[in-house]
């Protein structure tokens, strides 16, 4: 969509009907409106903003919406109209007309008012056909929500980064990018999704016992997963904070102050180090305890065990020559394996029932107290070796406890040589690192929690998904819910991994152009990136490697970014709309400004451009520069008046 047109009547300095042509050349798409200070120029993009959202959306003052001028001119007890009259052409060259009028009357006491009911008007026609509800047009067509990313203040671009924090541009670009409208979808299928949770549980209440505490415990997995996030933003955040002070304490303009610092990295790094080596060995010792704890406690009855046992083999009955059951056997069959008769032969059956009587009963299970003698052996063995093993382990813990005991004094004596330094800027660094380096620990901690809580909550749901489907496999009515149910889920579940894959790209997109654009912008050529993270907090690397963060940046490069990061979300906003800018320069050098002309017309290009410029800023040298791109331009010109200024749009003929 391109602007045609612009009429403004009785709209503050603008008395009578002012009317601007915009260019529709792509080749010439600049329009530039020129004016002093105070002439009007933020009122022409104010006319635009009430005329489509019936609110002035930049720089707004106290005073009334209406004509000075004419509120004197007029008679006690008329009226007069302020009317606004957009006109523009879509990408089907449709030509739409946005039109609001808001009636004033002028009481005998010569007081205003205005009639919201009588005689304020907002309107569209397409092609001159009225349009049917023409705020929801506005919203589909062109969003107040994504305004500002059309329709800007250059002025305030810079401070862009400093009065926004990155959870409000992810805002921002989660409204400009539609994305809302993914998030209806998911609330829906929730709602749907508990809507038929609720008819389980009319059908059968047993079952819907177990439907409800499904919801409720993805409810509490919803919920810490927010806390989780929040508390890894919140970890990064002091992180980097961390990494800053840090940074800061080393450029201090002391050798001191800087050896002691990286002297007390080292030793933090050693000191993780160190607890890992005694976390690792304190579980070697607890696992070793684990094992040997069941010999050491049963020592006495394997002891005595392995006594009776070497007994058994030093009277040869293990292994066992032969067992007593055997030689039973033997005599109640009344045979010997030699194949005598014992019946006939007395004194082999004899020799036979003496044996028998000098074999022990033990005999029988020979085999298995050898097996086991030999087991008993082999743990008691491994007693030998517990006290050297326990001794050795335990030094090398007491060891390394030291070494933590004296690096952590050590770290406490930098420290507070450090605080104790005449650098008040040093002191407060250096709470600020310990402050931060608390708050790390804390929420890796709190990480660390949740992640549990979440991963144990998840199981218990497949647990008692697979319940309540068993439930429901025995009636047919509930059978039918439970399929609805899956469905409902596994969109709810496709709908959301779908949303989190949009963000990503979305955001690499973003980063891409918002560095594309940039670089086009940097006239130093001082950087090599831009980089974008997950909560829209951006940064930029320089070519010696230091990275800064927005604010860190002149008020050029600031502005450069700023229209650079606004470019790029104009662009994966899906809406094809003009670009308004207001005072683009700001208070930017004559190098800077000349630069912007320069790369201003392939910076944005196949977009409709108007600029609403100072004379400062649209010197005679930014005018050549930009001369080739310029289809229309403007003069606001004031005249003074008994009752107030009055601006006169003229243009300047080519």
Not at 131 to 142: A, E, F, I, K, W
Not at 248 to 271: P, Y
Not at 388 to 394: D, F, P, S, T
Not at 612 to 622: H, I, R
Request: aromatic content about 8%; overall charge neutral; hydrophobic content about 35%.
């Amino acid at each position: 969509m391109i602007l045609t047109s612009l009429k403004v009547k009785n709209f503050r300095q603008y008395k009578d009907e002012v009317r601007i042509d915009f260019t529709k050349d792509p080749e010439k798409n600049f329009t530039i409106l020129q004016g002093t200070n105070g002439a009007g120029k933020t009122t022409l993009l104010n006319a635009i903003t009430w005329c489509l959202y019936g609110e002035e959306l930049h720089n707004v003052t106290d005073d009334p919406i209406y004509n000075e001028i004419v509120e004197n001119e007029t008679e006690r007890g008329g009226n007069f109209k302020v009317k606004v009259e957009v006109e523009a052409l879509n990408k089907e060259n449709d030509v739409i007309t946005f039109k609001r009028e808001l009636q004033f009357f002028k009481e005998q006491n010569g007081k205003i008012f205005d009639s919201i009911y009588d005689g304020n008007e907002f309107s569209i026609y397409k092609n001159n056909d009225p349009v049917s509800h023409p705020t929801l047009y506005v919203d589909s067509n062109m969003p107040k929500d994504i305004e500002e990313y059309f329709f800007f203040d250059g002025e305030k671009l810079e401070d862009y980064f400093r009065e926004n924090t990155g959870s409000v541009i992810k805002k921002s670009v989660f409204e400009i990018t539609q994305l809302k409208l993914l998030q209806r979808l998911i609330n829906h299928l929730d709602e749907r999704r508990r809507y038929f949770g609720k008819k389980v549980r009319d059908i059968s209440p047993n079952t819907g016992a177990i439907e409800q505490q499904i919801i409720l415990k993805e409810d509490s997995i919803a919920t810490n997963d927010d806390l989780l996030k929040k508390a890894i933003k919140q970890r990064k955040i002091a992180e980097k904070k961390i990494k800053k002070y840090t940074n800061d304490l080393k450029r201090v303009d002391s050798t001191d102050i800087k050896n002691l610092q990286i002297e007390r990295e080292r030793l933090k790094s050693e000191l993780k180090e160190t607890d890992k080596d005694i976390d690792e060995l304190e579980k070697e010792k607890a696992d070793f305890l684990l094992e040997m704890a069941p010999i050491i406690l049963t020592f006495p009855t394997l002891k005595k065990t392995l006594n009776e046992a070497d007994k058994l083999k030093e009277k040869g009955f293990i292994p066992a020559k032969y067992k007593k059951k055997f030689l039973e056997d033997l005599i109640e069959e009344g045979k010997c394996i030699c194949g005598i008769n014992l019946s006939e032969n007395e004194e082999c059956k004899k020799h036979l029932e003496d044996l028998w009587e000098k074999t022990s009963v033990l005999t029988n299970i020979g085999d298995e107290i050898g097996t086991e003698h030999a087991s008993i052996e082999n743990l008691l063995s491994k007693l030998k070796n517990f006290r050297e093993k326990q001794k050795r382990i335990g030094k090398n813990i007491r060891r390394l406890k030291k070494e933590r005991e004296d690096k952590g004094k050590r770290i406490k004596e930098i420290s507070l040589l450090i605080k104790d330094s005449e650098i008040d800027k040093v002191n407060y660094i250096e709470e600020m690192l310990e402050e931060n380096e608390r708050l790390q620990k804390s929420k890796m901690r709190e990480e660390l929690n949740l992640e549990s809580e979440i991963k144990s909550a998840t199981k218990i749901v497949e647990k008692l998904k697979a319940e309540r489907d068993k439930e429901m496999q025995k009636n047919a009515e509930l059978e039918k819910m439970k399929n609805i149910l899956h469905f409902c889920e596994k969109s709810l579940s496709a709908s959301k991994k779908l949303k989190e894959e949009l963000i990503e790209d979305i955001r690499i997109r973003i980063e891409k152009t918002t560095k594309e654009q940039f670089l086009k912008l940097n006239w130093k050529e001082s950087f090599i990136d831009v980089k974008i993270d997950d909560d829209y907090d951006v940064t930029v690397i320089r070519k010696s490697g230091r990275i800064s963060d927005a604010n860190g940046l002149s008020a050029g490069e600031k502005l450069a970014l700023a229209l650079s990061f606004m470019a790029a979300l104009n662009e994966i906003s899906g809406f094809d709309l003009p670009i308004v800018i207001d005072t683009p320069m700001g208070r930017l050098d004559k190098e800077i400004k000349l630069n912007i002309a320069k790369v201003l017309p392939k910076y944005l290009e196949n977009k409709q451009i108007t600029l609403l410029v100072t004379g400062e800023e649209y010197s005679p040298e930014f005018r050549h520069k930009l001369s080739d791109r310029v289809g229309k331009e403007y003069t606001i010109e004031v005249t003074q008046t008994k009752y107030g200024n009055k601006s006169e749009v003229v243009l300047h003929e080519s």
